[in-house]
């Protein structure tokens, strides 16, 4: 009985509605990645969460639920991924959730209202103002040609980062800033060490295909890097 409870409760956690976000993005004008963090951390761990790990380009903050007895421990961790741009920081926000050794991508609408008080925080865009950057492009009209994302794959290193074989001239990925030997790290919130490379490169043309944007973290001379790719 305690295990088919167990497996109902699992269930409910890790069922996503289709069209929930996953995804939340956004830039926060004038500022720099040392503000956006301080903010960060003031915001989040005022609502409870704790620090998880912090270094130039992200945050990480988690929080617990469930007693692990009756109700299995779900370990939550919420990360901020900051690009620093012209003097404005964009923040690509995703969550994870653990239960034993099952991690998953979840929802992230419930965190909605903290990021907007992020913002309006910092920059003072109002929060009625503030929506997610993270959203799917229309198909074209067809008038214009569409370009290609432009990435081909190579190697799979040991510390499971994929690199960037080849970038296609005048192809998204190269108006984005990427060159051949860039590091992925992250795809859409997703380490790229639960991809192999035909998978990844499968994942890439389908959302490329769906005119979904990609936000990509990428490793570059030992500095990571977060990229939006939309044409």
Known sequence: ????????????????????????????????????????????????????DVDANKVIVGKNFGDGIWVPTTFCKVKFNLLERDGNVKVMVTQTDTVGVVSRQRPIDH???FIQEIKNTID????AHISSEA??????????????????????????HI?????????????????????????????SKDFDVNALQSYLANKSAQKSAI???????GKEHLVTLKE
């Open 163 to 191: 690199v960037i074989k080849d970038i296609d001239s005048a192809s998204i990925a190269a108006d984005a800033g990427l060159v051949a030997g860039d590091r992925i790290v992250e795809v859409n919130g997703r380490p």
């Open 135 to 160: 959203v799917n492009q229309l198909p074209g009209s067809g008038n214009v040609r569409e370009k290609a994302l432009g990435i081909r794959l190579g190697a799979k290193l040991e510390n499971g």
């Open 1 to 52: 009985m305690k295990k088919f409870t167990f497996l109902v409760l699992l269930m409910a956690l890790f069922s996503t509605p289709a069209m929930a976000a996953t995804i939340y993005t956004t830039t926060i004008n004038e500022t720099t990645i040392p503000r956006v963090q301080d903010v960060i951390l003031e915001i989040m761990m005022g609502k409870n969460f704790y620090i998880d």
């Open 124 to 127: 003072g865009t109002p929060v």
């Open 111 to 113: 965190l909605v209202p």
């Open 215 to 221: 936000f990509l973290v990428y490793a570059r001379d």
